[in-house]
């Protein structure tokens, strides 16, 4: 079954510090990648997303992430970070076996210090 | 342009009592619809989604239910609730069969006593 593992449960930085939040799933079949953004006490806004095409995606925001199909990744980056950052990311996956399913990463915790 | 909508925002309920969580979207038609829990701490976990009236799928024996009476509107219930039950309850939708993004409420926090 496909899985997905975000490898850092907290990440503290330092504002206009870059930041990469990682992320690793099991399967390399055709998959759709995701990362979303969670604020305090709110629902989960999506941040980018991978469907096929240019393996670098970029987000309005500065965030971009790139598909890497032969480690199997698609990790998060900001070249300098600021304080608005502070939230919950989540990564997520295209379940293989129910197209109507996404499967999730538990998290990371960026907090960005002044 | 689609809007989610669930209510309440907050919930503070006893042991024992029962719960419904409503879910609705406006601006689609036939959508998928899901049903999470976040717990402190932890991720998402999907509890129930739906590809139609009347269809439900749960992906978690547990103490709660779920129903779609219509087609944008999406119902969590329990008939007596415990105390493992409080967390945040997000609703969500996509369209089509192939899962392409899905589109998250602001959420419900439930805090059982």
């Known amino acids: 079954a496909q899985s997905v593992t975000q490898l850092d449960s907290q990440v503290p930085v330092f504002e206009e510090a870059p930041v990469e939040l990682r992320c690793n799933y099991s399967?390399?079949?055709?998959?759709?990648l995701f990362w979303y953004v969670q604020y305090p006490n709110q629902g989960l806004q999506l941040l980018l997303k991978?469907?096929?095409?240019s393996t670098l995606v970029e987000s309005i925001n500065g965030f971009e992430a790139e598909f890497n199909k032969s480690q199997t990744s698609f990790h998060l980056r900001k070249p300098s970070v600021h304080i608005s950052d502070t939230a919950e990311y989540f990564c997520?996956?295209?379940?293989?076996?129910?197209?109507?399913?996404?499967?999730w990463g538990l998290g990371t915790s960026l907090a960005v210090n002044p | 342009s689609q809007t989610i909508h669930q209510w309440p925002a907050t919930l503070v309920q006893p042991v024992g009592s029962p719960l419904s969580l409503e879910c609705t979207v406006e601006?689609?038609?036939?959508?998928?619809l899901y049903w999470y829990r976040q717990a402190a701490g932890r991720g998402l976990q999907l509890l129930f989604y739906?590809?139609?009236?009347?269809?439900i799928s749960s992906e978690v024996p547990q103490n709660l239910s779920a129903s779609r009476p219509q087609d944008r509107q999406f119902i969590l219930s329990s008939k007596k609730l415990l105390l493992s039950d409080s967390g945040f309850y997000l609703c969500?939708?996509?369209?089509?069969?192939?899962?392409?993004?899905?589109?998250f409420g602001p959420g419900t926090r439930l805090t059982v006593t």
């Open positions: 601006g689609t038609s036939n959508p998928n």
């Open positions: 997520a996956v295209s379940d293989a076996g129910n197209n109507r399913k996404l499967i």
């Open positions: 991978y469907l096929s095409g």
């Open positions: 969500a939708w996509s369209v089509g069969s192939t899962a392409y993004e899905q589109y």
């Open positions: 739906s590809v139609g009236i009347g269809q």
């Open positions: 399967s390399s079949v055709s998959v759709y």
